[in-house]
C-alpha cells in the first residue's frame, strides 16, 4: 500500500496520455521564447526525433494540481518508510557525514528529502524535462484561446501567467546547461510530470544553480547518491538553512524546495524520527 500511495501521490505519472512530436510553429515559438541567448545544441534538440510533445501538461502542472494533504503524506512516517529512510542513511553515512560537515546542513534532513522526494530513486518519472516546460509554453497559447480559460476567474488567469513564466525560465535553463555541460545528454534524463529529475528532483535552474558532482569537473550526477545528497545540502545553505532542523532558517530552506507547508512538516518529521538513530 505504502509503495502504491508514493507512487500515485509523489510522481503521479499520467501515463495514458498522448506523445507526439512538436510543430515546426510549435518548435519556432519556443526558440523564441528563449530569446537570443538560446544555444545552438539547445535548438537542435527541438528537433532531435527522440524529443515528445506531452498534451495535458497543462492540467496536471496549472488547472488541476495535485493537492497536498498531511494525510496523503502520512505514508512517509509509516514503519515501512522509517525502515528505508534507516536503512539508506546507514549505508550512506560517510557521504552524509562529509556533506553535513561541508555545509553545515543536518544529514537526517538530506535524507528525509530524497525519501520524500522519489524514495530514494525508486520513483524518478518518465519525461524528458525538455518535453515537460516546452509543452507547457505551447499550449498554454492554445489554452488561452479556449472558453474554459476565459472562464477562470483572474487569480487563476494570473497563476497560468506565472506558469507559462516559469516554463520559459526552466527552457532558458536548460539552454544554459547545454553551454555549461556540453557533454550533458537532456533528452537522456527522464523525470516527474513537473519537469524535476534525478533522486532529489531538481528543476533544470536548480540543477543549474545547485548540482554538485563529487568527482572533481566531473558532470554532476542525480541519479548518483552521492552526488544527490552534496546537491541537496548545497540547496538547502544556498537558500537559507542555518543551524539545525528547527531554526526558521530551515524551515524557510526547506520550504523553498518544495512551496507547501505540508512539505516542510513531512520532511521534518522524518528526520526527527531518523533523529532517534543511535
Request: include cysteine.
Given at each position: ?8 501521490v509523489?510522481?503521479f ?10 510543430t515546426?510553429?510549435e ?8 530569446g537570443?541567448d538560446?544555444s545552438?545544441?539547445f535548438?537542435?534538440?527541438?528537433s ?6 506531452t498534451?495535458g501538461?497543462?492540467d ?5 494540481p495535485i ?11 509509516d ?6 529512510a534507516k536503512?539508506f ?8 557525514s562529509l556533506?553535513?560537515k561541508r ?11 530524497l525519501?520524500?522526494?522519489t524514495?530514494f ?8 524535462p525538455l518535453?515537460?516546460f ?8 492554445t489554452f488561452?484561446?479556449?472558453q474554459e ?9 494570473e ?16 539552454s ?26 531538481f ?8 548540482a554538485v ?24 545553505v ?10 526558521k ?7 523553498h524546495?518544495?512551496n507547501?507547508?505540508v ?5 521534518l ?10
Amino acid at each position: 500500500m505504502w509503495k502504491s500511495n508514493l507512487l500515485i501521490v509523489l510522481i503521479f505519472f499520467p501515463w495514458c496520455l498522448e506523445a507526439k512530436s512538436f510543430t515546426p510553429s510549435e518548435v519556432g515559438r519556443i526558440i523564441e521564447s528563449v530569446g537570443p541567448d538560446a544555444s545552438t545544441k539547445f535548438i537542435s534538440l527541438l528537433s532531435d526525433k527522440r524529443l515528445r510533445k506531452t498534451d495535458g501538461m497543462v492540467d496536471f502542472n496549472i488547472t488541476k494540481p495535485i493537492k497536498l494533504s498531511m494525510e496523503k503524506y502520512s505514508h512517509f512516517t509509516d514503519p515501512y518508510a522509517s525502515k528505508l529512510a534507516k536503512k539508506f542513511h546507514k549505508k550512506w553515512r560517510k557521504q552524509l557525514s562529509l556533506a553535513q560537515k561541508r555545509y553545515k546542513v543536518d544529514a537526517r534532513v538530506i535524507t528525509s528529502i530524497l525519501l520524500v522526494e522519489t524514495s530514494f530513486g525508486r520513483f524518478t518519472g518518465n519525461y524528458q524535462p525538455l518535453s515537460v516546460f516546452a509543452s507547457i509554453l505551447v499550449d498554454v497559447d492554445t489554452f488561452k484561446e479556449k472558453q474554459e480559460y476565459r472562464e477562470l476567474p483572474n487569480s487563476q488567469k494570473e497563476r497560468v501567467e506565472r506558469k507559462q513564466a516559469w516554463a520559459v525560465r526552466e527552457l532558458k535553463a536548460i539552454s544554459n546547461l547545454t553551454k555549461k555541460y556540453p557533454s550533458l545528454d537532456i533528452l537522456k534524463i527522464k523525470g516527474s510530470y513537473a519537469g524535476a529529475f534525478g533522486k532529489c528532483q531538481f528543476l533544470p535552474s536548480s540543477y543549474l544553480a545547485f548540482a554538485v558532482s563529487h568527482r572533481s569537473r566531473k558532470v554532476p550526477n542525480l541519479f548518483d547518491e552521492k552526488d544527490a545528497i552534496l546537491s541537496v545540502a548545497n540547496y538547502l545553505v544556498s537558500n537559507g538553512y542555518k543551524h539545525s532542523m528547527d531554526s526558521k532558517g530551515s524551515y524557510d530552506s526547506i520550504y523553498h524546495y518544495n512551496n507547501s507547508d505540508v512539505y516542510v512538516k513531512t520532511v521534518l518529521a522524518v528526520a526527527k524520527k531518523l533523529n532517534k538513530l543511535p
